[in-house]
């Protein structure tokens, strides 16, 4: 947390909330200590994280639920045509899923630290208001990773490998991280919006349907019509494509643009999520309190 003498703290959409006396208030100073108070957050959001450990165990317990399932219990009866085997098919989609279904983890820990007060006791500080939620941000890019490296050790387990060269191997879990990284915004948005705990618990009936119509597990060519198209254009089908073709991963598509551009949509779609939620996530934090 930035130190300093709070002189004014406006509850407005205006520039910084917080003024040092005595201090530079330009526009890098104003910088430097967004960045070292986003930190301060990030240090804090992870060491929470390290304390809850049920947090910890359901988030690294459902990936491999869902290995179990879908590549053990259902694999044997599940054919994508084109003699792909289901296991290499499904890998990849249990990545996409897990990342996709971790932003109402995000809502939720944001809706808890609103009821508690730790929300209010951070507007009250003399730090930079978008620290809070930037600091979130980054803090559940970092816990993202920590997933996928040990859901990828799973997938290594049961068998899955990448036939990418090491460059694409790193670029499918980039474009994972980035689709989390957008996910974000909007996990921090419903928080702000959910008014209480129960609320946010509910929104995971929002999340299922999300995570689960996409090509994570079937390809969209052999949904209905209405359904394919809804799952084609899916963000999440579009990082799970891309990942694939990155892994060398075999895959069945119905041959459409935006199956056919998986990679470019992979990072068209993070742009877009991050443009339009990060500001209203920033926006509402502000409103908190009118």
Same mark, same amino acid.
Not at 22 to 39: E, I, S
Not at 40 to 69: E, K, N
Not at 164 to 179: D, H, K, N
């Given at each position: 947390?930035s130190?300093?003498?709070?002189l004014?703290?406006p509850?407005?959409? $205006?520039?910084?909330? #917080?003024r040092?006396a ?5 526009p890098?100073r104003r910088?430097?200590w967004?960045?070292?108070?986003c930190?301060?957050i990030?240090?804090?959001d992870?060491?929470h994280l390290?304390?809850?450990p049920v947090i910890?165990?359901?988030?690294l $317990? ?8 879908f590549?053990?219990?259902?694999g044997s009866?599940m054919?994508v045509g084109g003699g792909v085997?289901?296991?290499? /098919? ?14 109402m983890n995000?809502?939720?820990a944001?809706?808890?630290d609103?009821?508690h007060?730790?929300?209010d006791?951070?507007?009250?500080l ?10 979130r941000?980054?803090?559940d ?12 050790a ?5 068998? #899955? ?9 790193l670029a499918?879990?980039?474009?994972l991280?980035?689709?989390?990284f957008a996910?974000?915004w909007i $996990?921090?948005?419903? $928080?702000?919006l ?8 509910g929104?995971y009936?929002?999340?299922f349907? /999300?995570g689960?119509?996409?090509s994570v ?6 949904m209905p019509d209405w ?8 963000p999440?089908s579009?990082?799970?494509g ?5 892994f060398g991963n075999p895959?069945?598509t119905?041959?459409s643009w935006v199956?056919q551009h998986?990679v470019?949509?992979?990072v068209? #779609?993070p742009a877009?999520l991050?443009?339009?939620f990060?500001p209203?996530?920033v926006?509402r ?6």
């Amino acid at each position: 947390m930035s130190a300093g003498t709070v002189l004014h703290i406006p509850h407005d959409d $205006g520039p910084a909330p #917080w003024r040092p006396a005595g201090a530079d208030d330009g526009p890098v100073r104003r910088l430097y200590w967004a960045f070292a108070d986003c930190l301060t957050i990030v240090r804090r959001d992870l060491t929470h994280l390290v304390r809850q450990p049920v947090i910890i165990a359901w988030q690294l $317990g459902f990936p491999i639920v869902s290995v179990v399932l879908f590549v053990y219990v259902f694999g044997s009866a599940m054919n994508v045509g084109g003699g792909v085997d289901y296991s290499t /098919f499904a890998m990849p989609g249990i990545f996409a899923m897990t990342i996709s279904f971790g932003f109402m983890n995000t809502a939720v820990a944001v809706v808890v630290d609103r009821d508690h007060g730790v929300t209010d006791r951070f507007r009250s500080l003399p730090m930079a208001t978008s620290a809070v939620v930037s600091g979130r941000g980054v803090a559940d890019v970092i816990g993202a990773t920590v997933d996928l490296v040990v859901l990828a050790a799973i997938a290594v387990v049961v068998g #899955w490998r990448s036939h990418g060269s090491p460059a694409a191997t790193l670029a499918a879990f980039g474009l994972l991280l980035l689709l989390r990284f957008a996910l974000t915004w909007i $996990g921090v948005y419903l $928080g702000l919006l959910a008014p209480n705990q129960e609320s946010a618990g509910g929104l995971y009936a929002v999340a299922f349907p /999300f995570g689960m119509i996409s090509s994570v597990f079937t390809p969209p060519s052999m949904m209905p019509d209405w359904l394919g198209t809804i799952a084609m254009w899916n963000p999440v089908s579009s990082t799970a494509g891309a990942i694939r073709e990155l892994f060398g991963n075999p895959a069945t598509t119905g041959g459409s643009w935006v199956e056919q551009h998986a990679v470019l949509m992979a990072v068209l #779609w993070p742009a877009v999520l991050t443009a339009v939620f990060l500001p209203l996530a920033v926006r509402r934090f502000r409103r908190l309190s009118r």
